[in-house]
């Protein structure tokens, strides 16, 4: 079975702190997501990487970056958090692009 | 622009009553059509992929088909057990999966 584990469930940092959320999934998978979900606005997409050290914005980038240096990796760094980014956070893997992807159980993170 | 709407946004059903779930996308280049189900605080479950008109798939209680413009999700009798929120996603020519607003299902005992 395919694993995606994210480092934590749950997250409270304060404004403007830096924040790192962990990815590391098992199956070898090309591709990583990551995405944020909210009430009423559904699942987006805020950066991918369909490769080590590659990446791509996705629907809403700003004031998110990432990091991808091993394959099985994947890291999303908010740079200086602020509350609008309190929100549950979603990492997914596939094994390759308009495949099925798998995902995290999620990070709860509140900015206070 | 590629879209994919879900309805109803909400749907309750007795136990064994059985219904669908609708997922209707744009039609342009349309790269398989994914279904996930979500539990309340957790991350999507992957249940079915779907790349060609007419084909289906089965699990437990769910079928899954797909035709030239929408994707449905038959639910069978259903059990309470079965009530979580119902994604789908379609594929793009970008090769990201864009998701839809979900279906949240309550099945009542």
């Known amino acids: 079975d395919v694993k995606v584990t994210q480092s934590s469930r749950y997250l409270v940092k304060r404004t403007g702190e830096k924040v790192f959320l962990e990815c590391v999934q098992d199956m070898d998978h090309e591709n990583m997501f990551w995405y944020r979900q909210d009430p009423g606005l559904g699942l987006r997409l805020i950066y991918f990487?369909?490769?080590?050290?590659?990446?791509e914005k996705g629907d809403i980038p700003e004031g998110y970056s990432v990091s991808r240096e091993k394959k099985e990796r994947f890291s999303l760094i908010l740079e200086s958090a602020s509350t609008n980014q309190t929100s549950m956070y979603l990492c997914?893997?596939?094994?390759?692009?308009?495949?099925?992807?798998?995902f995290g159980q999620g990070t709860r993170l509140t900015v206070v | 622009e590629d879209q994919v709407t879900q309805s109803p946004e909400a749907l309750r059903l007795q136990e064994g009553e059985s219904s669908s779930l609708n997922c209707s996308y744009t039609v342009s280049g349309l790269r398989g059509l994914f279904w996930y189900r979500q539990d309340p605080g957790k991350g999507p479950e992957f249940l079915f992929t779907?790349?060609?008109a007419g084909e289906e798939k089965e699990k437990e209680r769910l079928k899954a088909t797909l035709t030239k413009k929408e994707s449905f999700l038959h639910i069978t009798a259903p059990k309470p057990e079965d009530s979580a929120t119902y994604l789908c996603?379609?594929?793009?020519?970008?090769?990201?999966?864009?998701f839809g607003q979900g279906t949240t299902l309550q099945v009542k005992p």
């Open positions: 997914a893997s596939s094994r390759g692009l308009n495949t099925e992807a798998f």
């Open positions: 996603a379609r594929g793009s020519n970008t090769g990201k999966l864009i």
């Open positions: 990487s369909y490769d080590v050290k590659m990446k």
């Open positions: 779907l790349y060609s």
